[in-house]
């Protein structure tokens, strides 16, 4: 009888201690909050400071930040929250409060004096072009800062990640689940930036004179990557000066070839044909950038007989963010190209004849798009009056597919690689499934300008091998007026009346998943079907009138969990929504889910 009597003391000897534990972390949590909401706020400040480019205000807010973050983590770290992290009910919400501590104070003392430093750097304008050249110097000084800066805060990721949030009281999950968001956030600019401070000084020549093709999609025609290539330039980078040595349009210069410049892969001739590989304007059918880029580089070589290092892309909207930067761009022709008409401008204005820009045939049309390129581009080398605007705009470029960059090189690639420029559906999803909704224009005409779109992503249950089922919403709509458009607007007219855009919508399931039940307008529609790199894709053809809005509803499923996965269910999991950037921006929700995993038999 002694055994079981002993064990019934320790029990209870383990609960009183627990109880108390818990007492005393109850009342140093209140200092906790306390410390870690006035360091919510500061970071807010700062924030705001290191966008206004004042540093030195922002430097002296990150010394009293450090001061609540070293006081989160240093009350969080006694015997007492050790004990409560063990407590029945709260302990995980002890423990997550005790990380979530942690983590920002790693952030205060780790990544953000090494960005402050960065944005320091930016704010004089040293890495950006000026007078012609980029300051190799600037970029190398700042690297091991970026990486720093990259390291801690996919550290904090990777840390964070640990707490199971499924377990978590509200207010304490919705913490836990905004620092997520920011983090991830974070983790997308300091690994751009950490990258784009490596891989700079090599592309801008250091070592060698680099020779760049820039093409510049033209989303009033769209296609899956963005637009039709339709102007392109050679720009020339020698020791970090940058030159524009030569100008060219892909229909006028590169023509049509007779055959694939190169192989394509089954699939992908599966899903667009050959004239992926034979139609310069057609390259960018497929929204895999680096298969577009490839191409159109060996078309390129075949009629230039150059063989560039690599592929840079942007369009118009592109350029609108950059002219926010510079103010308003002269023309040789016409009025100037400025950032809240850049985009109207060059791709309805220069066709209907608004503000004096219409243009007689397709040569005078690419002769006023280069003169474009060249009045921009020789504005940014020559220097921008609001560096951190201009690198904001790249950032918000990059972020939304407008700004691509592929390297022929395979070790610069790889550095490239995972992050916005790349311009690709990651080749796994892992934990987070990512959906592609992608269009091509089918008729030949400039009406895609028009084009307005919006795409929901609902995850709406699971399937017992452990699939998560996502629903997905698709709303396009045509502004097109009813007349008044040139023939050269209205292209082949494919759809009866030539107002009526046709379009086609490629729905990419995320990795080694499927596309079902595919409706529009609530009725059921027969849908062809393929696949490109690991996803099912569905494939339907929408015409809109003007003023008309189709809905395109599917269902899609992610891939079964591997063979002896744990299981992981209850997780939150948002799925995200990748989209062809267009003239106009889309409307994009996606709501949170909870991973499926497989139960426990």
Same mark, same amino acid.
């Given at each position: 009888?002694?055994?079981?009597?002993?064990?019934?003391?320790? /029990?209870?000897t383990? /609960?009183?201690?627990?109880? $108390? %534990?818990?007492?005393?972390?109850?009342?140093?949590?209140?200092?906790?909050? +306390?410390?870690?909401?006035?360091?919510?706020?500061?970071?807010?400040?700062?924030?705001?400071?290191?966008?206004?480019?004042?540093?030195?205000?922002?430097?002296?807010?990150?010394?009293?930040?450090?001061?609540?973050? *070293?006081?989160?983590?240093?009350?969080?770290?006694?015997?007492?929250?050790?004990?409560?992290?063990?407590?029945?009910? @709260?302990?995980?919400?002890?423990? /997550?409060?005790?990380?979530?501590?942690? #983590?920002?104070?790693?952030?205060?003392h780790?990544?953000?004096?090494?960005?402050?430093d960065?944005?320091?750097?930016?704010?004089?304008?040293?890495?950006?072009?000026?007078? =012609?050249?980029?300051?190799l110097?600037?970029?190398?000084?700042?690297?091991?800062?970026?990486?720093?800066?990259?390291?801690?805060?996919?550290?904090?990721?990777?840390?964070?990640?640990?707490?199971?949030?499924?377990?978590?009281?509200?207010?304490?999950?919705? $913490?836990? &689940?905004?620092l997520?968001?920011?983090?991830?956030?974070?983790?997308?600019?300091?690994?751009?930036?950490?990258?784009?401070?490596?891989?700079?000084?090599?592309?801008?020549g250091?070592?060698g004179?680099?020779t760049?093709?820039?093409?510049?999609?033209?989303?009033?025609?769209?296609? +899956?990557?963005?637009?039709?290539?339709?102007?392109?330039?050679?720009?020339?980078?020698?020791? =970090?000066?940058?030159?524009?040595?030569?100008?060219?349009?892909?229909s006028?210069?590169?023509?049509?070839?007779?055959?694939?410049?190169?192989?394509?892969?089954?699939?992908?001739?599966?899903?667009?044909?050959?004239?992926?590989?034979?139609?310069? +304007?057609?390259?960018?059918?497929?929204?895999?950038?680096?298969?577009?880029?490839?191409?159109?580089?060996?078309?390129?070589?075949?009629?230039?007989?150059?063989?560039?290092?690599?592929?840079?892309? #942007?369009?118009?909207?592109?350029?609108?963010?950059?002219?926010?930067?510079?103010?308003?761009?002269?023309?040789?022709?016409?009025?100037?190209?400025?950032?809240?008409? @850049?985009?109207?401008?060059?791709?309805?204005?220069?066709?209907?004849?608004?503000?004096?820009t219409?243009? *007689?045939?397709?040569?005078?049309?690419?002769?006023?798009?280069?003169?474009?390129?060249?009045?921009?581009?020789d504005? #940014? @080398?020559?220097?921008?009056?609001?560096?951190?605007?201009?690198?904001?705009?790249?950032?918000?470029?990059? /972020?939304?597919?407008?700004?691509?960059?592929?390297?022929?090189?395979?070790?610069?690639?790889?550095?490239?690689?995972?992050?916005?420029?790349?311009?690709?559906?990651?080749?796994?999803?892992?934990?987070?499934?990512?959906?592609?909704?992608?269009?091509?224009?089918?008729?030949?005409?400039?009406?895609?300008?028009? !084009?307005?779109?919006?795409?929901?992503?609902?995850?709406?249950?699971?399937?017992?091998?452990?699939?998560?089922?996502?629903? !997905?919403?698709?709303?396009l =709509?045509?502004?097109?007026?009813?007349?008044?458009?040139?023939?050269?607007?209205?292209?082949?007219?494919?759809?009866?009346?030539?107002?009526?855009?046709?379009?086609?919508?490629?729905?990419?399931?995320?990795?080694?998943? =499927?596309?079902?039940?595919?409706?529009?307008?609530?009725?059921?529609?027969?849908?062809?079907?393929?696949?490109?790199?690991?996803?099912?894709?569905? @494939?339907?053809?929408?015409?809109?009138?003007?003023? &008309?809005?189709?809905?395109?509803?599917?269902?899609?499923?992610?891939?079964?969990?591997?063979?002896? *996965?744990?299981?992981?269910?209850?997780?939150?999991?948002?799925?995200?929504?990748?989209?062809?950037?267009?003239?106009?921006?889309?409307?994009?929700? %996606?709501?949170?889910?909870?991973?499926?995993?497989?139960?426990?038999?």
């Open positions: 009888m002694r055994r079981p009597r002993r064990r019934v003391l320790v /029990a209870a383990v /609960a009183v201690v627990l109880l $108390a %534990s818990g007492l005393w972390t109850g009342l140093e949590a209140r200092s906790a909050y +306390a410390h870690l909401s006035a360091a919510a706020g500061l970071v807010r400040r700062l924030e705001a400071q290191a966008a206004a480019r004042d540093t030195a205000a922002a430097r002296e807010t990150l010394v009293r930040l450090r001061a609540e973050t *070293a006081a989160a983590r240093a009350g969080t770290g006694d015997p007492g929250w050790r004990l409560g992290s063990r407590a029945p009910f @709260v302990g995980a919400d002890v423990m /997550a409060v005790r990380t979530v501590a942690g #983590v920002v104070d790693g952030l205060a780790d990544a953000l004096p090494a960005l402050l960065a944005v320091d750097t930016l704010g004089t304008g040293a890495v950006l072009p000026r007078e =012609g050249g980029v300051g110097d600037a970029l190398r000084a700042v690297a091991p800062g970026l990486a720093t800066a990259d390291a801690s805060t996919r550290e904090a990721r990777q840390r964070l990640a640990t707490v199971r949030t499924d377990e978590l009281l509200p207010p304490v999950r919705s $913490a836990v &689940q905004e997520a968001e920011g983090l991830d956030r974070l983790a997308s600019a300091t690994g751009a930036a950490s990258r784009a401070a490596r891989l700079a000084p090599a592309m801008l250091a070592d004179p680099r760049y093709l820039l093409i510049f999609q033209n989303p009033a025609e769209i296609r +899956a990557g963005g637009g039709m290539p339709g102007a392109y330039a050679v720009i020339r980078a020698e020791r =970090g000066r940058i030159a524009m040595t030569g100008q060219g349009s892909a006028s210069d590169l023509q049509v070839f007779l055959e694939p410049v190169l192989p394509l892969d089954p699939e992908a001739r599966a899903l667009y044909g050959d004239r992926l590989a034979t139609y310069p +304007a057609n390259v960018t059918l497929t929204p895999h950038f680096p298969t577009s880029a490839a191409l159109i580089r060996e078309m390129y070589r075949r009629r230039s007989g150059v063989t560039v290092d690599g592929v840079v892309s #942007v369009d118009p909207v592109a350029l609108s963010y950059l002219l926010e930067a510079t103010g308003p761009v002269p023309m040789p022709t016409g009025p100037a190209l400025r950032a809240d008409t @850049v985009v109207r401008q060059l791709l309805a204005d220069a066709y209907t004849g608004v503000s004096g219409a243009l *007689a045939d397709v040569r005078a049309k690419d002769r006023y798009f280069a003169s474009a390129a060249r009045a921009v581009f504005t #940014v @080398v020559r220097g921008v009056a609001q560096p951190v605007a201009a690198v904001g705009g790249i950032a918000r470029a990059a /972020a939304e597919g407008r700004l691509l960059i592929w390297s022929a090189r395979p070790d610069e690639q790889a550095i490239l690689d995972g992050t916005a420029v790349q311009g690709v559906l990651p080749a796994a999803d892992g934990a987070r499934p990512t959906v592609g909704v992608f269009l091509n224009d089918a008729t030949g005409a400039k009406l895609s300008y028009y !084009l307005t779109g919006e795409a929901e992503l609902t995850p709406v249950g699971c399937l017992v091998d452990g699939r998560m089922r996502l629903r !997905l919403r698709v709303t =709509g045509s502004e097109a007026p009813e007349g008044g458009l040139p023939d050269y607007v209205l292209g082949l007219k494919l759809a009866g009346d030539p107002y009526t855009m046709r379009t086609q919508v490629l729905l990419f399931s995320p990795t080694g998943g =499927g596309v079902d039940d595919v409706r529009v307008d609530g009725g059921p529609v027969a849908a062809g079907a393929g696949r490109e790199r690991g996803r099912s894709v569905a @494939v339907l053809m929408l015409d809109l009138a003007p003023g &008309q809005r189709h809905t395109v509803e599917a269902t899609l499923l992610t891939g079964a969990p591997p063979a002896g *996965a744990p299981a992981a269910r209850g997780v939150p999991v948002q799925p995200t929504v990748k989209v062809t950037p267009g003239a106009r921006p889309w409307k994009i929700t %996606s709501e949170q889910g909870r991973s499926c995993g497989i139960p426990n038999s």
